[in-house]
């Protein structure tokens, strides 16, 4: 089957496009929403009761965003999409034996990921034999061998993958990488690696360190707030709020951003009677630019080279006593900012030189600054480079390590951070390695393993077999669609732990399981009694969760549990004693405080309100690189962007094409098909465009187009149908949603020195159908 009858999306029967939205951001709009989507739920007394404990001590962690709770948070901490992230799960439509029996997997393929996910819960064991047309029950102790089975026939453990979504707790990610590292791998793709893997890399090269040096509490001392490529209204709506009490005490709010995200501009905070009754909201971004995708390292550079000039008159601008104390390699990167030259750095950002000095001077002139960003960052070629000269800019004036200021890489999922921190991770530290090994006296692989582009790979030249995923919608999430759906196909066996039905289900191996875990919101009751897990927000305060609802089914088990069970079946229990770790959830947690540092009384801190905080080095200017100081990194910009690389390729105009998230989505999970800030109501499978350039192309707004990958590997990539949007976004540069737009992006296409897809960088070429 073609990729194109397989990935379907929105019917547009019910199209329609009103202009973009005008009110402030969040609002009654959020409220409304929010009502409707728990309505839709099916289950709206359960929803409700689960989001009165959503980020509350005692209650569970939300599972939709990363962002960190307040301490002052009130009694009500959710946002509009928590209510739909909750609603989804607190569904009461049951994907059972029964459904599997109706619907077979070919005729599942033909649904969308909308339809897919909406069938509600997964509620037991299925497995897909390879010849039979439809999913069947199994057992779970039947499941659990032969996952075991399929793993000791591989010839090599390094066959195994064992993918990660950064929703898995703590304490199931520690359990999952112990039996990986037992078994002998260290093959643990994850979605990190399509996400903030960057932002990683990026910092452990500057600073040591490879998380967010800045605390929810920093952010009521900054001076000003610059947000990189970023949508919190969508994604981390919690977040606006943060933004807005910073905004009304006067801080700056810099938004820097190819699109103009209408949450960075104003926003109503539900939580305020006054802004609900006056239908008023407050500014967020008083300061706007529009770079053009990918030119956010030739903006910075822009502003460190206003910075050295000014500095021959004004000694103040530079922090040369931390550049000095704490920082090497400043004068190669001086020499490297100041050879830069001004042509290149405008035509790359596509900003006007005093557009670039209006950036400069409110980063001068304001003494305690943050940098948030996101994907806008991570997902390009150079974003490990753009993340180390964000941090350039920073330490040029010592905004590292003192309160008020810092780096604060957003993350996605809510415990994708904490997943890192308790050994998830392909390249894992020798440090970890070796206390892993200390503890439970094993010969603990070292070899690198596999992250989530090379696993794919790895797997259509059959170097792995067995693909295991703990949450997520690998299918789905990947670049370059056919040949992941190809890799997954090739393998031996396909294991999906989920909660919901979605594209990765269906897209199998040779036999595949379904293992239906319970949910966030859920109770998890084992041997012990009630369990409570644990997760780490983007500023490192680690936090327990616990479930409220019964299950959506009795024979659901914890993704705990089930790691367990596969483990036993596959490594047996003579080196670690699983089911009695997964009998009681605070043992995982003991066995975490002796591996990992700054986890001690792991058992007692998470009891203390709204937990603990895991210290960050950098923040207090300790700086575990190699030369023992923060490194300025001299990186030169990009000698060419992508839509430049991809113009010797081909005589039509080419845009640059990002892939992002609409407001009614969760990644690949699809909640609704509007897109309330942006103005799209009813599909999803449209473009972005500049006006001047549909003029120039003879296309306009409404105009139906094929979307074209322009590359030099002799694969041919493209998706037709897509309907014209007329939007204020950067000459050349084009916008459509993710994962619709996944087969256009090219596996091969990866961030240097990094391997995310460079899923904000595409090289397009636009044709009317
Ligand atoms: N409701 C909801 N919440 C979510 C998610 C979700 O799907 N839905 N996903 C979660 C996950 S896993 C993640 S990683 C985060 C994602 O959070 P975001 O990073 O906010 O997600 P995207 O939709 O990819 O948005 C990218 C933003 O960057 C801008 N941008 C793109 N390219 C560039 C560029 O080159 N330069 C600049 N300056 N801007 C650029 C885009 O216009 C857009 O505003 O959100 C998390 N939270
Ligand atoms: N084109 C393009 N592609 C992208 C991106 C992009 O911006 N553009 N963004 C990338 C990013 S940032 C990320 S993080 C990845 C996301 O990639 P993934 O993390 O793999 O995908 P999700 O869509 O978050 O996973 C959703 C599925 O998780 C399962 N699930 C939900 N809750 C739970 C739970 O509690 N337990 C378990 N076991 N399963 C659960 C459900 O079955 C649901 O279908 O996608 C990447 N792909
Ligand atoms: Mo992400």
Not at 130 to 155: C, D, R, T, V
Not at 408 to 437: W, Y
Not at 480 to 508: G, M
Request: charged fraction near 20%; aromatic fraction near 8%.
């Amino acid at each position: 089957m073609s990729t194109s009858t397989k990935i379907k999306s929105s019917k547009n029967s019910s199209s329609k496009r009103k202009s973009a939205y005008s009110s402030a951001a969040g609002g009654w709009g959020a409220l409304r929403s929010s009502a409707k989507h728990l309505i839709q739920s099916e289950n709206a007394a359960k929803s409700v009761k689960a989001l009165l404990k959503a980020n509350q001590p005692g209650g569970f962690d939300c599972p939709g965003c990363a962002w960190g709770d307040a301490k002052s948070a009130g009694k009500v901490d959710f946002c509009e999409n928590g209510v739909k992230a909750i609603a989804w799960e607190a569904t009461s439509k049951r994907v059972d034996s029964h459904f599997f029996k109706q619907n077979s997997i070919s005729q599942l393929q033909q649904w969308d990921d909308h339809a897919l996910e909406k069938s509600g819960r997964l509620t037991e064991p299925m497995y897909f034999d390879g010849e039979s047309e439809h999913y069947q029950p199994i057992s779970w102790e039947a499941a659990f061998n032969m996952i075991g089975s399929s793993l000791k026939q591989l010839s090599s453990p390094n066959q195994a993958l064992l993918y990660t979504s950064g929703r898995a707790s703590n304490e199931v990610a520690y359990l999952y990488q112990l039996f990986g590292r037992v078994l002998g791998t260290n093959n643990f793709p994850d979605c990190s690696n399509m996400c903030h893997e960057a932002s990683g890399i990026g910092m452990t090269n500057s600073i040591g360190t490879g998380k967010g040096t800045v605390t929810i509490e920093d952010f009521s001392k900054a001076d000003a707030i610059f947000v990189f490529g970023q949508n919190p209204g969508t994604n981390h709506p919690r977040m606006l709020g943060t933004l807005r009490e910073a905004s009304k005490r006067g801080a700056k709010i810099v938004s820097i951003n190819n699109l103009k995200e209408r949450g960075l501009q104003k926003f109503s905070d539900p939580q305020s009677p006054k802004e609900m009754i006056f239908l008023t909201g407050t500014d967020i971004s008083r300061h706007y630019f529009t770079p053009r995708l990918g030119g956010d390292m030739a903006l910075l550079r822009g502003v460190a080279k206003c910075l050295f000039e000014r500095f021959e008159e004004d000694k103040s601008v530079l922090d040369t006593d931390f550049i000095q104390k704490h920082c090497h390699g400043f004068e190669a990167y001086q020499r490297s900012v100041v050879s830069t030259d001004w042509t290149t750095i405008l035509e790359q950002c596509n900003l006007s030189k005093e557009e670039v000095e209006q950036i400069a001077t409110i980063y001068a002139c304001n003494d305690n600054v943050i940098f948030t960003w996101a994907m806008g960052i991570t997902q390009h070629r150079h974003s490990v480079n753009t993340v180390q000269e964000l941090l350039n800019v920073l330490m040029l004036r010592g905004n590292i390590g003192k309160a008020g200021a810092g780096a604060c890489p957003v993350r996605g999922h809510s415990n994708v951070q904490g997943n890192r921190t308790v050994g998830i991770d392909e390249k894992p530290p020798m440090l970890f390695l070796d206390a892993l090994e200390k503890r439970y006296s094993f010969n603990v692989p070292r070899e690198h393993g596999f992250n989530t582009v090379d696993s794919i790979h790895a797997m259509l030249e059959g170097k792995a077999k067995v693909f295991i995923a703990l949450g997520g919608n690998f299918a789905a999430a990947t670049p370059d669609t056919e040949r992941s759906y190809q890799a997954l196909q090739q393998c031996d066996l396909t294991v999906q732990i989920s909660t919901k039905l979605n594209r990765s289900h269906l897209i199998t191996g040779k036999r595949a399981l379904i293992l239906p875990c319970l949910g966030r919101t859920e109770i998890d009751h084992q041997k012990s009694g009630e369990q409570c897990i644990t997760v780490e927000d983007s500023m490192s305060m680690v936090h327990s969760s616990t479930g409220q609802n019964e299950p959506a089914s009795d024979l659901l088990r914890s993704e705990t549990a089930i790691v367990a069970g596969i483990a036993m079946a596959s490594v047996g229990d003579n080196i670690v004693n699983w089911h009695k770790l997964a009998s009681d959830y605070a043992l995982i947690r003991q066995e975490i405080s002796v591996v990992i540092p700054d986890f001690e009384h792991y058992n007692a801190r998470i009891k203390e309100g709204r937990g603990f905080y895991l210290k960050n080095p950098a923040a207090q200017r300790q700086w575990r690189t190699p030369k023992k100081k923060a490194i300025f990194s001299d990186a030169k910009l990009p000698e060419q962007l992508a839509h430049e690389r991809a113009q010797s390729l081909t005589n039509k105009p080419i845009f640059t094409l990002q892939t992002l998230r609409s407001h009614d989505q969760y990644n690949t999970t699809i909640y609704g098909m509007d897109d309330r800030y942006r103005g799209v109501y009813g599909e999803r499978n449209v473009i972005f465009m500049n006006a001047e350039d549909l003029s120039k192309q003879s296309l306009k707004n409404g105009d139906y187009v094929k979307i074209t990958t322009v590359s030099n590997d002799g694969i041919e990539r493209a998706l037709t149908n897509f309907k014209i949007i007329e939007y204020s976004i950067p000459s050349s540069c084009v916008a459509a949603y993710y994962p619709e737009t996944n087969p256009l992006v090219p596996l091969e296409s990866v961030a240097e020195n990094c391997g995310t897809p460079t899923y904000k960088s595409i090289a397009v070429s636009i044709d009317k159908m």
